[in-house]
């Protein structure tokens, strides 16, 4: 859209303002039209040109874009809004349309896979996916690239998957107690069939045996990663005699659950208990006492599933079918020498 020149003069031509900014005059068509395929520096100085002398240009028009749709379990946990803000972030710039779905209540009527697919959604990512080999298979039918997000249990061959470095977190969660002299030690380990719990817990155990420490099979507790499951495990696990001086837990929630328990217990965290949680969500520094976690770079991870995504869209191949990010101890007030005596 072009305004009239200030003070009664017509409009410049589109020759004037390439010789001006030094571009062609086809590239200050596109400009004054809104075109693409032009610099941002280019297309900021054209701007400024044609604005001085009383056009008015459109918006920039965006590339055409592919509807793609980002599957979560819910749209609650802080762990799910985290991984949603880096993929909504990059699909900025990977012409990616994104919509989010939470998993249907019957997963088994794979109808709702068909619908994904007659929406004209072109890819798939799944954040903490149980889909099964059915739901799989019916993707793949509808030529659907899929790629999960923290699977819970061991991906195919042929998935393609973004999580974190579990296992070392595991060991360096561990570490901090034991260099901190911690010997007595329990573990909320999380959900039993999930990937990441058993790396973990893995992980933990490793810790031990390099401090020379002797597991505990009475200190290891399976659960899930809530609140709640925290303050259940924690109270059962704080009434064993003796009781351990630190918890490492598979969640920031079950971590907040655990200190709950312990203020129940009349236990101060961390004179008289350590408490380290995993992920490093937003209330883990908002906690009482702050929190000590292994970070999870959650952001980061639904950025690289939309890159992995659009890699496959686009026809190419991704460097790998498993990518993980590496996790790292964060360290707060939660965690503190063992008491002497």
Do not use: C
């Amino acid at each position: 859209m072009v305004a009239n020149r200030p003070n009664g003069q017509g409009k410049p031509s589109l020759a004037e303002v390439a010789k001006m900014t030094g571009v062609s005059i086809s590239t200050v068509s596109k400009v004054a039209n809104g075109g693409a395929n032009v610099s941002d520096a280019t297309r900021e100085r054209v701007e400024h040109a044609l604005k001085e002398r009383g056009y008015v240009t459109p918006r920039k028009r965006r590339g055409s874009t592919t509807p793609v749709t980002v599957l979560a379990r819910d749209m609650y946990s802080p762990y799910t809004l985290d991984v949603l803000r880096g993929a909504i972030d990059a699909a900025e710039t990977s012409q990616l349309d994104v919509t989010v779905a939470v998993y249907p209540d019957d997963a088994r009527d794979l109808r709702w896979i068909d619908e994904l697919h007659a929406a004209g959604r072109r890819g798939v990512i799944a954040i903490t996916s149980t889909l099964d080999d059915a739901e799989r298979a019916r993707f793949a039918a509808h030529r659907i690239p899929l790629v999960v997000i923290d699977p819970l249990s061991n991906p195919e061959e042929d998935t393609y998957s973004i999580g974190a470095t579990n296992w070392a977190g595991g060991v360096s969660a561990t570490e901090h107690l034991t260099e901190l002299g911690h010997r007595r030690i329990a573990i909320l380990s999380g959900y039993p069939e999930a990937m990441a719990s058993r790396a973990r817990l893995s992980g933990f155990l490793a810790g031990l045996a390099a401090a020379g420490v002797e597991p505990d099979p009475e200190l290891e507790l399976p659960g899930d990663f809530t609140f709640d499951s925290g303050l259940e495990l924690g109270e059962k696990v704080l009434a064993r005699d003796p009781r351990p001086t630190a918890v490492v837990t598979a969640s920031d929630s079950q971590a907040l659950g655990v200190l709950e328990a312990a203020r129940r217990a009349g236990l101060r965290v961390p004179a008289d208990l350590s408490v380290i949680g995993f992920d490093d969500l937003i209330m883990a520094q908002m906690s009482s006492p702050p929190l000590t976690t292994v970070r999870q770079p959650l952001d980061l991870m639904g950025a690289a599933a939309v890159e992995t995504l659009a890699a496959l869209l686009a026809g190419s191949t991704p460097r790998s079918h498993h990518t993980e990010l590496a996790t790292r101890l964060v360290v707060r007030s939660s965690t503190g020498p063992v008491a002497m005596g």
